[in-house]
């Protein structure tokens, strides 16, 4: 009967820890884009765009974004592979994100990630 108890006692104490670690969960991407050498990803909670270097190939990659469909706005990053960059953008609640992600091939043809949309 004690074991039973203890047992009992152990499991509850375990979901309610479990469920104050949900409560408070750690700040992600909600949205991300991403081609062979580039990624980037924005979170809405503070308006957040990560910018990252995938590959080692001496290419410097650039993030392309719009809000509410306006003209596009561009972030270079020449840090070096496997390195990012943060921007940190203050938009209105809602607003409507377009962003790709692209690798600036030189000389060449840029490669760029399809549009991801997302709302500040």
Known sequence: MIKKAAL?????????????MLA????????SASIPGARATFT???EIFR?????????????????????????????GCGKS?????????????EY????DIRPGIDRCSGWTTDRA
């Open 100 to 103: 790709k992600a692209c690798v």
């Open 24 to 31: 408070m969960p750690a700040a992600h991407a909600d949205s």
């Open 44 to 46: 809405s909670d503070g």
């Open 51 to 79: 910018l990252y270097d995938t590959s080692c190939d001496d290419n410097p990659v650039y993030l392309r974004y719009k809000v509410n469909g306006g003209s596009e706005e561009r972030f270079n990053f020449s840090g």
């Open 85 to 97: 960059a943060t921007y940190n953008l203050d938009l209105a609640e809602g607003a409507k994100v």
């Open 8 to 20: 009992t006692l152990g499991a509850s104490l375990a979901l309610a820890a479990g469920g104050a």
